[in-house]
């Protein structure tokens, strides 16, 4: 079992920046990737940004030039450093952990483990 929780929520005036935290604990996250997806009211879940084990990256196109997802995998940790937010980006994040080898999870329904959430707010 792995159990994630998120931090670092808030409000921001538009523009601002936020750091997203998730702090993992029970077993090993060895060939874990690791994801940032988000929840608009009224909207799907979606995936934001993704990091694999070795540090490969992924990012939505409405996060790229803005976010950077970063993963310290000693403290079984990864973050969310967002830049530039805007009003579009309010929305419960939430921390997800997926056992997949050699491809970046993508699917919402690739990911076993899920945080609560913390919320972003940008205010215009």
């Known amino acids: 079992q792995v159990q994630l929780v998120e931090s670092g929520g808030g409000l921001v005036q538009n523009g601002g920046s936020l750091r997203l935290s998730c702090a993992a604990s029970?077993?090993?996250?060895?060939?874990?990737?690791m994801g940032w997806y988000r929840q608009a009211p009224g909207k799907e879940r979606e995936l934001v940004a993704a990091?694999?084990?070795?540090?490969?990256?992924y990012y939505a196109d409405s996060a790229k030039g803005r976010f950077t997802i970063s993963r310290d995998n000693a403290k079984k940790s990864v973050s969310l450093q967002m830049n530039s937010l805007k009003p579009e980006d309010t929305a419960v994040y939430y921390c997800?952990?997926?056992?997949?080898?050699?491809?970046?999870?993508?699917?919402?329904?690739?990911?076993?483990?899920w945080g609560q959430g913390t919320q972003v707010t940008v205010s215009s």
């Open positions: 997800a952990a997926a056992l997949l080898i050699g491809v970046l999870p993508i699917r919402v329904d690739q990911y076993e483990y």
């Open positions: 029970g077993r090993s996250l060895y060939n874990y990737a």
């Open positions: 990091i694999s084990y070795g540090g490969s990256t």
